[in-house]
């Protein structure tokens, strides 16, 4: 799911109205190495 989102343009740095936390924080507080690895991969294609 997180790979979908992505391709059709999420932004996992983007901070959430409900929990104040971005997409990227959750995983790493929650420990979803997998998200975690497809955030990097996204910020580096777009040079964040």
């Known amino acids: 799911m997180t790979a ?3 391709a059709r ?3 996992p740095t ?3 109205s409900s929990t104040g936390m971005s997409a990227e924080e959750l995983a790493r ?3 979803h ?3 975690m690895e497809l955030f990097e ?3 580096r ?3 964040r």
């Open 4 to 6: 979908f989102l992505l």
């Open 9 to 11: 343009g999420a932004d």
């Open 14 to 16: 983007r901070r959430s």
């Open 33 to 35: 190495w997998l998200a």
């Open 29 to 31: 507080v929650s420990g």
């Open 45 to 47: 294609e777009r040079g």
């Open 41 to 43: 991969a996204w910020k």
